[in-house]
């Protein structure tokens, strides 16, 4: 199977690494050289375009089905629009005008698009209520990559993706030091977000579905941080509550809606397909971390 990874970077270069060791073909996708030159590191066909350029991605060799993994770089919606709902769209479109088409698109998403649900859980069928800007831009992005496929004959497949972290994004001192605001963390280890793509595509599953990526225990931050405090010898942080947060009045409008935005995400679909994760929750996933950490 050959896979056309769009915006090959932090997941989807794991997620060619997992390809390639289970014997299919990837292309890695990415506009900067720097991109380019991590693709290549990682022992895989790299092709230099931009994912929003139709004229670009007429480089990428004909594949079985892509993965659009593209990141508007932490920037504003505006940015979020051009990559994930224009560049979505450019990127269907190119594609999917081929004579050899795929026959499957894989869009990354994020739990973000749910909103707030004040501490409960939440699964592919509760309604999305985004909550700001940029993630109104992804719930729009879900919709087009499940509903444009199918003017090429082809099917969408939504993986919607929980905190991702894992080497380079531990983030330890953030919790050590603190303060920490109170809230859940629905989580995904990187190597189980790339794992969970290559199941989906290599089993021929979730074809037209939304599937939650995320692991076995949403846990509160508090809790979460006096755990690896714990683990790594250190004392608690302080910690606050959202009102004292939000009396703090240093906020953007983004940020403070993301402080008021609680759940806790439910994997079970993902896990009723079959997939079963390499790090089932932050125990396992920041053992890496930790032992580095008390190592020094």
Known sequence: MRVAILGCGYVGLELGRQLLAAGHDPVGVRRSDAGIEAIETAGFEAVQADVTSAGDLEAVPDVDAIVFAASSGGRGADAARRVYVEGL???????????????????????????????????EETPIEPTTEKTAVLAEAERIALERPAD?????TVARYAGLYGPDRYRLQRY?????????????????????????????LARGAVVQVVDDEPVSKWEFA???????????????????????GDLSEAVRRRVLTSKRCSNERLRSLGYALEYPTYREGYRAAIDAYTAV
């Open 89 to 123: 769209k450019t990127a269907i479109d190119a594609f999917g005008e081929r004579e050899h088409a795929p026959d499957r698109l894989i869009y990354t998403s994020s739990t973000g698009v749910h909103g707030d649900h004040d501490g409960g859980w939440v699964d």
């Open 152 to 156: 090429y004959g082809l099917e969408g």
């Open 226 to 248: 006096d755990w690896l405090a714990a683990q790594c010898g250190e004392p608690e942080p302080p910690k606050r509550t959202k009102a004292e947060r939000l009396e703090a």
């Open 176 to 204: 050590l030091e603190g303060p920490v605001t109170a809230g859940y963390l629905n989580m995904v280890h990187r190597d189980d977000a790339a794992g969970a793509v290559e199941f989906l595509l290599e089993r021929d």
